[in-house]
């Protein structure tokens, strides 16, 4: 059985910074891609990072690029994400989601986690 | 970015009812759609991928159709557990977006 694992959020100050983890179990994670997918309350579901299976690809949606890295570590089937230079806007639940087909990256996600929250403000 | 609008925003309907929920892209995703269901306090789950294709596990009750810009999901007849928000993701495009999601409640 799958499962997704994520930790590492909490409440920092804007300007902050925080690293989210994940750790997976239940399938061969390095031969998946894998993504970080927020929501902000009463808001929709929004794509922020996505990272190939060998960890060589990385993406990042506008609303981040340049304050938040992507990375993993496959020996440890471990994602993380690397957040900096945080905005109220920030403020969301971050789950961490494995995409179904193992040749995408760019696709429809199969498995999430619980979701780690994340709150900016002072 | 293909914007995704889901309608209506919140359905209230009786058990056994046939409901349906639609969501339009901005532009043509062709089939590249999927459908989520979001129980209250809990992470998404994969209900339909491909526009029609229904995942490993989930009830026939539920279906999904269309194609380029508009699609469908139908619930065939409601049950209290089908109480959720609803959420549609277009993967045609390399940054997914996904649909504002429907709140379905039981009359």
């Known amino acids: 059985e799958v499962q997704l694992v994520e930790s590492g959020g909490g409440l920092v100050q804007p300007g902050g910074s925080l690293r989210l983890s994940c750790s997976a179990s239940g399938f061969t994670f390095s031969s998946y891609g894998m993504h970080w997918v927020r929501q902000a309350p009463g808001q929709r579901l929004e794509y922020v990072s996505a990272i190939s299976g060998k960890g060589t690809s990385t993406y990042h949606a506008e609303s981040v690029k340049g304050r938040f890295s992507i990375s993993r570590d496959n020996s440890k089937s471990t994602l993380y994400l690397q957040m900096s230079s945080l905005k109220p806007e920030d403020t969301a639940v971050y789950y961490c989601?494995?995409?179904?087909?193992?040749?995408?990256?760019?696709?429809?996600?199969?498995?999430w986690g619980q979701g780690t929250l994340v709150t900016v403000s002072s | 970015d293909v914007q995704m609008t889901q309608s209506p925003s919140t359905l209230s309907a009786s058990v056994g009812d046939r409901v349906t929920i639609t969501c339009r892209a901005s532009?043509?995703?062709?089939?590249?759609l999927a459908w989520y269901q979001q129980k209250p306090g809990k992470a998404p789950n994969l209900l339909i991928y491909?526009?029609?294709t229904l995942e490993s596990g989930v009830p026939s009750r539920f279906s999904g159709s269309g194609s380029g810009t508009e699609f469908t999901l139908t619930i065939s007849s409601l049950q209290p557990d089908d109480v959720a928000t609803y959420h549609c993701q277009q993967y045609n495009t390399y940054l997914s977006t996904f649909g504002q999601g429907t709140k379905v409640e039981i009359k």
């Open positions: 989601v494995k995409v179904k087909d193992s040749t995408q990256l760019w696709t429809y996600f199969d498995s």
């Open positions: 532009q043509s995703v062709s089939s590249w």
């Open positions: 491909q526009a029609s």
